[in-house]
């Protein structure tokens, strides 16, 4: 009988062409998951995530899902994978979920960072984790610019995907600015988000700290809904999902 599993992922995604499997290529996360899992059950493997993360994008708390029918415990599972996934895939936790538990299906919100390093000074050992901007940031006016994307709103102009049928609003609960040092930490709760759509929030944000556009210039963005109207994608590098949530 198959039993169903939830696992909770970490990966640094610098060398992988993204979470979703290819048929150009298996480097992906979920191409490495499957063919792991699929030698362990003898028999193909669907592994289903609480969302995919684009090329080069980190996961602290990548949440998956999978049925399996072998009889290997939960820590024999747990420990298979470890040892044979490559070694910046980790697995940190694995459960039997209930029948009905889906990762990406059952999810009702997620926690992204974003860090910015706002320095001259190149930081080599944070290097592929950082996204660097050489010239000084207006930090009141970044919050200001904050303040305007959260609530409930109509994100269409912070996609990347064209012509879809799926609704574009989504709630920002709240985005968060931390000073460390020279790194500016952005940590952005919402009940879900769209493709590229922190990205491109990020990359806007960082706009109005450069003073291209202002911070008042947000709302007439939302309700234009328009892509070529707000910033620039921001590097994926800087992304890592931190959590996912359920109910």
């Given amino acids: 009988m198959k039993k169903n599993y ?9 060398s992988y062409q993204g979470w979703q499997k290819q048929t150009s290529t298996d480097n992906t996360i979920q191409g490495k998951l499957e063919k792991l899992l699929s030698t362990l059950e003898g028999k193909p493997v669907e592994v ?11 996961a602290y708390g990548q949440v998956i899902s999978f049925l399996l029918e072998c009889d290997k415990t939960e ?13 910046d895939i980790g697995v940190i936790s694995l459960v039997q979920a209930g029948d009905r538990f889906h990762a990406r299906l059952n999810a009702t919100g997620k926690i992204y960072r974003y860090r910015v ?27 200001k610019a904050m303040g305007y994307l959260e609530g409930t709103h109509d994100f269409k102009a912070f996609t990347s995907k064209k012509n879809s049928k799926k609704s ?3 709630t920002i609960h709240q985005i968060e ?5 020279e790194e500016l930490i952005f940590t952005f709760y919402g009940d879900g988000f769209l493709y590229h759509m922190v990205r491109i929030l990020m990359g806007t944000i960082l706009e109005v700290g450069l003073h291209q556009r202002e911070a008042e210039s947000i709302p007439l963005l939302l309700e234009e809904k328009e892509r070529s109207l707000a910033g620039f994608l921001a590097p994926a590098k800087g992304l890592a999902l931190m959590k996912v949530f359920y109910d």
């Fill in 75 to 87: 820590k024999e599972i747990m420990d298979y994978m470890n040892q044979y996934l490559p070694m």
């Fill in 177 to 181: 600015m931390e000073e460390k040092g």
């Fill in 168 to 170: 574009t609003i989504r």
């Fill in 117 to 143: 390093l706002n320095s001259s000074i190149p930081h080599i050992f944070d290097r592929r984790y950082v996204h660097q901007i050489e010239e000084p940031l207006d930090k009141e006016a970044m919050k």
């Fill in 48 to 58: 289903h995530s609480s969302g995919r993360t684009d090329a080069g994008v980190h």
């Fill in 6 to 14: 939830r696992a909770i992922l970490q990966y640094e995604g610098t």
